[in-house]
């Protein structure tokens, strides 16, 4: 486990060292922590992937402020506490290093703290209930940490109003008003989960199922599946993220379908997910909140969605035009600051700003260091599987496509 004493003794020896300041560096150094190996590699690869995109492009244009920029990885594998404390340590330590970028590493964003201690600029891209709970005590205390994703509590909320949406409209026929949920155990799928069941009750909805399976690789969701079928309701739910795992459950869950909504968390927008599925896939549901937004609806995003497609050849998930989006971002704010080294002007100027990205405009809110959500903001962005293709259905102003009842169901 990370130990906070152990750490900032080491980074006060290393500052004992009279290491040169970032400043007179011609190259500055953007770290990537990222689980690169492990379950969640597909993730880590395409961070690294949009991360590596934003160095390059910024390199063949000049530089900015008289900087070229490197990047360098450091892998939280397995995402456990040590892993995650290795590598931010790896990253810290290196003289040159002017900011590191992520999608997520930790579950619980412990590293937050490492970041702050050492000054260092921070952007994240998961996690945000963590993040809010870490910064919101103290947010001046955070000046360099900002997230590009806004709260989850629109995963918590946001899917029983479009679920009810649907029925409303006369695209799906709910016979009950039951809930059927599985969840994983780590940070991220729990909350989302208990927000789930709290909203879902709240409704006045029924939850009939609702289990936890140990984080990490499951194979074997049949047992769970076994509960769905002996009464089985109106919405199924895995908040599970691993793209492996959803299309494990999936496959599975098409062996003997029930008359069903599925909802699965995150995963379905891997890449990988629809390679492992394939057509098993088509008609599962998922939301996103700071994903890429359809090329038919921004411009932005189809540059640079463009651009992944040119350079690495397949369409990205959510985190290669994140973590390009984040590289872009602390340009900006070097660019305005002039100097490297300080990080926390950069920082605060990145905190003030208000750019258009991929996923919307993003701004960011003072007192939990969030993106801000909602009109103006990062919308919640709901989609559909459709014959191996992800179409956006809600919010209308950004969709390119509509609900379709799932194979299954017809």
Known sequence: MFNRRNFLATTALVASFGLPALAQADVIKIGVLAPVSGPAAADGQEMVNGAQMAVDELNAGGGVAGHTF??????????????????AERLLGDRDMGAIVTGYASGSNFEIEMMAEQEMIYLVSANSAQTRDIISEDPDAFPTIWSFTPSFDAYN???????????????????????????????YSKTIAEGLVESFTAGGWDVTVNDLVPFGEVGDWRGFLAKVRQDPPAVVINTDYLPGNAAA???????????????????????????????????????????????SASERAKDVIGKYVETFGNEPGAYGPALYEEVMLYAAGLAAVGDPADRVAIGEWIGQSSTETAAGTMAFDPETHLAVQGEGGIPLQFYQIQDGKRVLFAPENYADGSFKLPPWME
């Open 157 to 187: 909320t946001g899917v029983l109003p479009v679920i009810e949406g649907l029925a409303a409209d006369g695209s799906v026929d709910l016979p009950s008003k039951t809930l059927a949920l599985i969840s994983s155990d780590n940070p």
């Open 70 to 87: 490197e990047l360098v990885v450091g892998d939280a594998a397995d995402q456990s506490a040590a892993a995650v404390a290795t590598a």
């Open 249 to 295: 459950f999936m496959s599975q869950f098409m062996e003997q379908p029930t008359d069903s909504l599925v909802f699965i968390q995150y995963a379905p927008s891997v890449p990988e997910f629809l390679e492992l599925t394939k057509d098993a896939s088509s008609g599962v549901l998922y939301n996103l909140l700071g994903g890429t937004l359809p090329t």
